[in-house]
Nanobody, 126 residues
Framework: QVQLVESGGGLVQAGGSLRLSCAAS????????MGWFRHAPGKGREFVAA????????RYADSVNGRFTITRDNDKNPVYLQMNSPKPEDTAVYSC???????????????????WGQGTQVTVSS
């Protein structure tokens, strides 16, 4: 059974930093796109960042570009999200996700992703 589990969320002051991790089990993710999405109260699910499995190419939402960095490491913790200089508007539940098929492109559309974690809450205080 495929499972994605996020960790690292919490309360952070604006201008600080926080690193989110996503641990995977149930299959290998090393050749699959991994993405981060967020969901704030009263808003829809929003794309944050994605990284491909082959080249490691990345894609970011305009709202986080230059502040957040997505990386991937080994197969047990396939993706990290380094959040630098967070803003109060970054407050949300952050979830990692991956499509079922490997070798895909770094999409920003939630229906392109098949597996989702439960999410970790990030709260940015002003």
């Amino acid at each position: 059974q495929v499972q994605l589990v996020e960790s690292g969320g919490g309360l952070v002051q604006a201008g600080g930093s926080l690193r989110l991790s996503c641990a995977a089990s149930g299959r290998t993710f090393i050749m699959h796109v991994m993405g981060w999405f967020r969901h704030a109260p009263g808003k829809g699910r929003e794309f944050v960042a994605a990284i491909s499995g082959r080249s490691g190419s990345t894609r970011y939402a305009d709202s986080v570009n230059g502040r957040f960095t997505i990386t991937r490491d080994n197969d047990k913790n396939p993706v990290y999200l380094q959040m630098n200089s967070p803003k109060p508007e970054d407050t949300a539940v952050y979830s990692c996700a991956s499509p079922r098929s490997p070798f895909g492109n770094t999409g920003d559309n939630p229906p392109d992703y098949d597996y989702w974690g439960q999410g970790t809450q990030v709260t940015v205080s002003s």
